[in-house]
Structure formats: C-alpha cells, structure tokens
C-alpha cells in the first residue's frame, strides 16, 4: 500500500467533531434524551471527544456507552470484509428505551459494522431512534445506512483504504488515504 493522500488533518477533524456536535444538539433539540454510543476503538474515542465538545457546549455532560464489534473493520485485508460481523462487549449502563441512542464510529463503509451496532443495542432496549455519526463517510454500501451526520465525504475507489489515526491509539490524528 502506498500513501495516496491526507485528506483530514488534526485541525480538520477538530472542526469536523465541532460541527458534528453543534448538529447532535440542534437535530435533537438539546441532549436530554441522547446517549452516545461509540464503536470500539477508534468511534469510541470520537464518541468520548464529541461528548466533550457537547458538555462545553451544552454545560451539561451527555450520557455515553461502548460497543465492540469484530471481525469486520475497513481497514483489515479483503478476507475479513465478507464475514459477517459480531459484537463482543456492549457497554450501554443507561436505559435505552425511549432515548437516542447515536452511534458514532470513525469511517462508514459497506454498512456491516453500523447494522451490528444497531442490533446490539435493539438486545440492550428499545430506543426511540438510532441516530449514527461517522468521521468519514467513503461510500460502497452494501446496506440501506446512511449517516445522519458526517465529518467528511470521501468517494473511493474499492481499492483504496481509508485510516484514520487517533492520537489516543496512533500518536496522531489524520485520516490518510492509500491505494494497493
């Protein structure tokens, strides 16, 4: 894999999580009824900076949970894309029912890793909606997902890999694009 492009840098995605923030609040009409559910690892540390940017904003702390989802992640190697994902740790302390609950991951792609997360937490109650928020939004559904509030747009070629680092896992924080 060689590095194509950065197409986030640290500065840019700071504003991205600004405005992601900003439209959680507004959509929602403040926080009372959200919970932010991040997918482990690097959309558990989005959903953690979001959180906050939201209580600077809102002087008020926005409830928050984890979920660990294997075996399928954007940037392992082909053979692993096509099995189907699972969940291996729900972390979800608060009640869902009749909440919204907003999953938060780093990048969206076929859609496989957002429909496990949302089966994980219809086991954990019934919410009101699930909302989801992505970093990076790369295209190539193979699911009826769309995110309801994206960082970035980025149009890829099934050939190339979208990585976006996170200082809390990769000492950095950029969304880097490389092609096979």
Do not use: W
Request: proline share 3%; charged share 35%.
């Amino acid at each position: 894999m060689t590095k194509h492009s950065t197409v986030l840098d640290e500065k840019a995605i700071d504003r991205a999580l600004t405005r992601i923030s900003h439209e959680i609040i507004e959509r929602n009409k403040g926080i009372d009824r959200c919970i932010l559910v991040g997918i482990k690892t690097r959309g558990a540390h989005l959903a953690k900076r979001l959180s906050e940017k939201i209580a600077a904003i809102e002087d008020e702390a926005i409830r928050t949970g984890e979920l660990d989802i294997t075996l399928y992640r954007d940037d392992l190697h082909k053979k692993t894309i096509d099995e189907e994902p699972h969940v291996e740790q729900v972390d979800i302390t608060h009640d869902v029912k009749d909440q919204i609950v907003i999953l938060v991951d780093d990048v969206l792609y076929t859609g496989r890793t957002v429909r496990a997360a949302m089966d994980a937490v219809m086991d954990v109650g019934r919410p009101a909606a699930i909302q989801l928020a992505v970093l990076v939004d790369r295209g190539h559904r193979e699911l009826p997902i769309r995110p309801d509030f994206i960082g970035k747009n980025i149009p890829t070629s099934s050939e190339e890999r979208v990585v976006v680092r996170l200082e809390e896992e990769d000492t950095e924080n950029n969304v880097v694009i490389y092609k096979e």
